[in-house]
């Protein structure tokens, strides 16, 4: 997942999984020039709001390892990070990540949808739960929608 990755970067840099909010955004934006520093500081509110960072104290604490992310050579994150993801949206990052073609994620989860009479966020958790994926998160998410 690429909001992971762009998230891992900065704290693999530090080689920590804590930080002053405004030396991420300066690595973002100054150090990697991926983002502005307004882009940067949605990237963290983002980012929070999907659960991989936590704010305490004027720092930034990682919810995930970032030593496990792989950030390639390459890489450049797009703007697309910025914009809050669909519940359904997130499942998938996650079902990919973990090995499952996109399309058969998609093709498996429609059916759900469509056999069960739910959302598709709702047949996302449940496809993913399926999967043996830990959705515990996104499920909650998902009942309130229903």
Do not use: C
Request: charged letters at 30%.
């Amino acid at each position: 997942m690429s909001l992971r990755t762009a998230v891992a970067a900065p704290f693999r840099e530090e080689g920590a999984r804590k930080m002053g909010e405004s030396a991420f955004v300066v690595a973002l934006s100054l150090d990697r020039d991926w983002f502005s520093p307004d882009q940067a500081k949605r990237l963290v509110d983002v980012a929070a709001s999907e659960g991989l960072l936590e704010r305490a104290d004027g720092d930034l604490v990682a919810s995930f390892d970032p030593a496990s992310t792989t950030v390639p050579e390459d890489f450049a994150p797009d703007e697309s990070l910025l914009q809050e993801r669909s519940t359904f949206e997130r499942v998938l990052d996650e079902l990919v990540e973990s090995g499952t073609e996109k399309q058969d994620a998609v093709a498996g989860i429609n059916q759900l949808q469509s056999e069960l009479g739910v959302t598709i966020e709702a047949a996302a958790v449940l496809y993913a739960h399926e999967h043996g994926l830990d959705v515990d998160d996104y499920a909650a998410t998902a009942r309130a929608e229903l």
